[in-house]
């Protein structure tokens, strides 16, 4: 078995940065693996217009590492109140990559989010017929509905109705986390793909109590059972094109996560592709690997694939801890103080 594996330099199709401080300490992790990534826009406040895109873009461009020469997509937040117009602006920036869907209240600054779709429906059409892609946070919200049934009545109630009414829209259903999730995605129309994160490729929701309560394991949509990890392992590993990489890496300062309300999110900007690694090998499929990285992300937002290769080595290694975060805080990332078996090789 070889200790080298070269591929295509890969994309992250769904990543946080934050900003000022934690976006300088952030950025060089994900700028060393990714020569692109699709960048959250929910700030506080949320990035909402096209304006706000390009001065968000810039400070992330100034954040860059010396010599680095990775390339933000931008995405705009959706909101109830979006004019139709700003998909066209958007269209012709150059730099905004899609508009992204939160369900008012699902996850971290989403409270601006989007009460109910239908009011959106101007503005999804002009980006079906811009050929502008949604990026979708699929959760529903409801107290009454179970933490762990959210994404499933999502598709349900929301999202298979969204595709058909909109059925040229092109649609990234974000960071799946169950079989009920890869299933509707193999069976959609054209247009519809999904990424999938480590987190959910490597743990079940057994790994937020483990002996005690985890909250470095609590993401949303939260980790879900062993049933739906290896359903979403098979999705990823399959080279079926329609499911890609996007890491959702979400730092959160140590002491807001280890908290009597802990923040959700997991950081794995650091060894991302070394994590993905690990599922693909163990999967026997290192040799689709690329593809997941590297060709399907690009193929599907219609972007060139990327020129030049990462390698990783067969070399185990531990990640800290925890790394700076901007000031005094820190984050803490998968696999702090355990080992990793793949290494990036440094350019
Ligand atoms: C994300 C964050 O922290 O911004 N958290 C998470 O658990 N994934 C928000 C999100 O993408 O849901
Ligand atoms: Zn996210």
Same mark, same amino acid.
């Given at each position: 078995?070889?200790?080298?594996?070269?591929?295509?330099?890969?994309?992250?199709?769904?990543?946080?940065?934050?900003?000022?401080?934690?976006?300088?300490?952030?950025?060089?992790?994900?700028?060393?693996?990714?020569?692109?990534?699709?960048?959250?826009?929910?700030?506080?406040?949320?990035?909402?217009?096209?304006?706000?895109?390009?001065?968000?873009?810039?400070?992330?461009?100034?954040?860059?590492?010396?010599?680095?020469?990775?390339?933000?997509?931008?995405?705009?937040?959706?909101?109830?109140?979006?004019?139709?117009?700003?998909?066209?602006?958007?269209?012709?920036?150059?730099?905004?990559?899609?508009?992204?869907?939160?369900?008012?209240?699902?996850?971290?600054?989403?409270?601006?989010?989007?009460?109910?779709?239908?009011?959106?429906?101007?503005?999804?059409?002009?980006?079906?017929?811009?050929?502008?892609?949604?990026?979708?946070?699929?959760?529903?919200?409801?107290?009454?509905?179970?933490?762990?049934?959210?994404?499933?009545?999502?598709?349900?109630?929301?999202?298979?109705?969204?595709?058909?009414?909109?059925?040229?829209?092109?649609?990234?259903?974000?960071?799946?986390?169950?079989?009920?999730?890869?299933?509707?995605?193999?069976?959609?129309?054209?247009?519809?793909?999904?990424?999938?994160?480590?987190?959910?490729?490597?743990?079940? #929701?057994?790994?937020? @109590?483990?002996?005690?309560?985890? %909250?470095? =394991? $609590?993401? /949303? +949509?939260?980790?879900?059972?062993?049933?739906?990890?290896?359903?979403?392992?098979?999705?990823?590993?399959?080279?079926?094109?329609?499911?890609?990489?996007?890491?959702?890496?979400?730092?959160?300062?140590?002491?807001?996560?280890?908290?009597?309300?802990?923040?959700?999110?997991?950081?794995?900007?650091?060894?991302?592709?070394?994590?993905?690694?690990?599922?693909?090998?163990?999967?026997?499929?290192?040799? #689709?690997?690329?593809? @997941?990285?590297?060709?399907?992300? %690009?193929? =599907? $937002?219609? /972007? +060139?694939?990327?020129?030049?290769?990462?390698?990783?080595?067969?070399?185990?290694?531990?990640?800290?801890?925890?790394?700076?975060?901007?000031?005094?805080?820190?984050?803490?990332?998968?696999?702090?103080?355990?080992?990793?078996?793949?290494?990036?090789?440094?350019?």
């Amino acid at each position: 078995m070889s200790d080298l594996l070269t591929l295509r330099r890969p994309d992250d199709w769904h990543l946080h940065l934050r900003d000022g401080a934690a976006l300088a300490a952030v950025l060089p992790h994900t700028a060393r693996q990714f020569a692109r990534a699709i960048v959250m826009p929910n700030l506080k406040p949320p990035v909402t217009t096209t304006r706000l895109a390009g001065e968000y873009r810039d400070r992330i461009l100034a954040a860059r590492p010396a010599g680095s020469d990775f390339q933000p997509l931008m995405t705009l937040y959706l909101t109830d109140n979006t004019p139709p117009s700003e998909v066209d602006t958007a269209a012709a920036s150059g730099f905004v990559a899609g508009f992204k869907m939160y369900p008012a209240g699902a996850t971290t600054n989403s409270d601006s989010g989007v009460t109910d779709l239908r009011r959106t429906d101007a503005v999804l059409a002009r980006m079906a017929e811009l050929g502008v892609v949604l990026q979708v946070h699929g959760e529903v919200t409801h107290d009454h509905v179970d933490v762990f049934d959210r994404e499933q009545r999502f598709i349900d109630d929301i999202l298979g109705p969204l595709v058909e009414r909109h059925p040229r829209l092109r649609v990234v259903f974000e960071h799946i986390t169950t079989s009920a999730a890869a299933d509707f995605v193999r069976g959609a129309r054209d247009g519809i793909a999904a990424t999938i994160t480590p987190q959910h490729l490597l743990h079940n #929701r057994n790994d937020l @109590f483990r002996g005690g309560i985890r %909250p470095h =394991f $609590y993401c /949303l +949509p939260v980790l879900k059972t062993q049933q739906d990890r290896l359903a979403l392992v098979e999705a990823a590993t399959s080279g079926d094109p329609r499911f890609f990489l996007g890491t959702d890496s979400a730092p959160h300062a140590r002491h807001t996560k280890e908290n009597d309300c802990g923040c959700a999110g997991m950081y794995s900007a650091h060894a991302a592709l070394e994590l993905y690694a690990e599922v693909f090998e163990d999967a026997g499929a290192l040799h #689709r690997l690329e593809g @997941f990285a590297s060709h399907f992300g %690009p193929d =599907f $937002y219609r /972007l +060139p694939r990327n020129p030049g290769t990462v390698t990783l080595a067969r070399r185990e290694w531990s990640p800290p801890a925890a790394y700076p975060m901007g000031g005094s805080d820190v984050v803490v990332p998968m696999r702090a103080g355990g080992k990793l078996r793949w290494q990036l090789v440094e350019a």
